[in-house]
């Protein structure tokens, strides 16, 4: 079992609609959880972490953790064109951090 | 702040040389980590640096290694190449807590033929 699971997609949304990532982790005792976007050819860019259950909320970001689940998710709102990328789910145990493979969004105009 | 920066960006070898690349982290940043990437495995943890030390490892072989200066620059090196090491390399640097936030650079993207 992986330590992160993300489903690959590709997930595809119209402009203006909610897009729902999701990531699941094997480890209980993982303690910080981050969202990186990652558009083709480029780095991995930090959209958002949250530590405590519940939500977190960025602009048109919010993050939803939940710890009994084992469950973290990102919603996008009124997703732009600009979203399309591979977003990437990263857990960070204490001694490293384990990313999902990723899961592939186009924003269709 | 100017941010990670790493180089070369681009690199080509044959199987059988070793290479080694550079990571320079953020001004105030202790923690270097660095990443393998490929199509099919994903990001793939390598080892973390913090303050000269190797803090964490992965499960990579030993012809990858790595080390950190007191400037808090990093090296990693690839030894005895092969076909299957042609990846993106990236190196992640953060302040230095377990749970910091990493922030990552460039990359550097390596084909071994």
């Known amino acids: 079992q992986k330590e992160v699971e993300q489903n690959s997609g590709p997930l595809s949304v119209p402009e203006g609609a909610i897009a729902s990532l999701n990531c699941t982790y094997s480890?209980?005792?993982?303690?910080?959880f981050f969202w990186y976007r990652q558009y083709s050819g480029k780095s991995p860019e930090l959209i958002m972490f949250i530590y405590s259950n519940g939500d977190k909320e960025d602009g048109r970001f919010t993050a939803q953790l939940n710890k009994a689940s084992q469950y973290v998710s990102l919603l996008i709102r009124d997703s732009q064109p600009s979203d399309s990328a591979t977003y990437l789910c990263?857990?960070?145990?204490?001694?490293?951090?384990?990313f999902g493979t990723g899961t592939s969004l186009t924003v269709i105009p | 702040k100017a941010g990670v920066t790493q180089t070369p960006r681009y690199l080509i070898k044959t199987r059988g040389q070793q290479v080694t690349l550079s990571c320079s982290p953020i001004s105030g940043h202790r923690s270097v980590s660095w990443y393998q990437q490929t199509p099919g495995q994903g990001l793939q943890f390598l080892f973390e640096y913090f303050s000269e030390t190797q803090r964490n490892k992965g499960n990579f072989p030993g012809r990858f290694s790595g080390r950190q200066f007191s400037n808090s620059r990093s090296e990693m090196n690839v030894s005895t190449l092969e076909l299957g090491d042609s990846a993106l390399y990236l190196c992640?640097?953060?302040?230095?807590?377990?749970?910091?936030?990493?922030?990552f650079g460039p990359g550097t993207r390596l084909l071994v033929l």
């Open positions: 990263a857990v960070n145990t204490g001694n490293q951090f384990y």
């Open positions: 480890d209980r005792g993982s303690q910080s």
């Open positions: 992640a640097s953060s302040i230095g807590g377990t749970m910091e936030t990493q922030y």
